[in-house]
């Protein structure tokens, strides 16, 4: 921070490896400092009501209970599961099955065997909101996948005429594993603006063989981050609360009113991989927090 008046309050972990990978947040931050040229800025915040939403989030996934997909689990259809459809639906190379002989729950999951250079996917379309924030997750399992062969989970965001705004492939696969979870810390992203329908494809390029189960597109839970700025012990009002960080893409602010306090609302839990800045003029650049 190089800005007069910019004030960081507190930053959050940033050790991704992907900009879509994130750990869940802290439930509660509280930070008091510090003293700067041209004035003393306190700052706290805390996250409202989070914890449980955050700590239930890798199981309530699994509840079903925000799910935009049908028959996550493969476990409905008669031939062939209810909701799902192989792509492309003529592939020379490629076999799709609904597997019963291998399942993370249930009895089912769905199967892509491809011969080299062939490529196929199990395909579910699932209307969106641009601007909304979704996770992705599910169980992937593999056998003598050779590169450049790879199975991922993948994401087709489209306009309503079904144009493609935005592909999203999560880390790939290959080589040979029993049906594990993608992605422990969840997959995070912001449909693009005037997206009206998303493809989550479960996707394979030979050769080998790719099982998928379990497979949880949603919105993301949101919370609201509130707090106080002050100097001198005295509530600041007027000050510019920014919260900026991926996979968001864009910036939350909110100004803080007489009483020094600020309202962030509907922020994705997707920490803490994030910074939390306060500015007003008059007052310097000072750094506060840090790593939790
Ligand atoms: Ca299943």
């Known amino acids: 921070m190089d800005r007069d008046g910019l004030v960081l309050l507190w930053r959050g972990n940033v050790p991704s490896r992907s900009r879509f990978r994130w750990r869940l947040a802290q ?8 003293a700067v040229k041209g004035g003393t800025v306190k700052g706290k915040f ?17 509840s079903g209970a925000n799910n935009l ?31 019963d002989g291998r399942a993370h729950s249930g009895a089912h999951s769905v ?11 199990w395909r579910q379309e ?17 056998e003598g996948i050779s590169p450049p062969g790879h199975c991922n989970l993948q994401l087709v965001f489209r306009d309503g005429g079904e144009k493609i705004l935005e592909r999203v492939d999560l880390l790939a696969h290959s080589g040979t594993r029993e049906l594990a979870y993608d992605f422990p810390w969840e ?21 080998g063989v790719a099982w998928f189960d379990d497979i949880v597109f949603a919105p993301a839970p949101t919370g609201d981050i509130a707090g106080t700025v002050a100097s ?31 309202l962030i609302e509907g922020v994705p839990v997707a920490g ?21």
């Open 27 to 34: 439930a509660i931050v509280i930070l008091e400092k510090q």
């Open 46 to 62: 805390r996250l409202l009501g989070l914890s449980a939403l955050v700590f239930g989030l890798s199981f309530a996934a699994f």
């Open 69 to 99: 997909l049908v028959n996550p689990s493969f476990e409905d259809g008669v031939g062939s599961p209810t909701g799902w459809n192989p792509w492309p639906p003529q592939a020379p190379g490629v076999t799709f099955r609904w597997d």
């Open 111 to 121: 199967c892509v065997e491809a011969s080299p250079r062939a490529f196929g996917m």
């Open 126 to 142: 699932v209307p969106v909101q641009g601007g909304t924030v979704y996770i992705l997750a599910g169980y992937v399992g593999f």
């Open 187 to 207: 997959v995070m992203v912001r449909a693009p603006a005037g997206a009206a329908l998303c493809e989550v494809n479960l996707f394979l390029q030979g050769p």
């Open 232 to 262: 001198g012990g005295q509530p600041l009002p007027g000050v510019r609360v920014f919260l900026w960080g991926d996979p968001w893409g864009k910036t939350y602010e909110a100004v803080t009113d007489d009483q020094g306090r600020y």
């Open 272 to 292: 803490p991989r994030y910074l939390l800045l306060a500015q007003k003029g008059g007052h310097k650049t000072q750094p506060i927090g840090g790593w939790p």
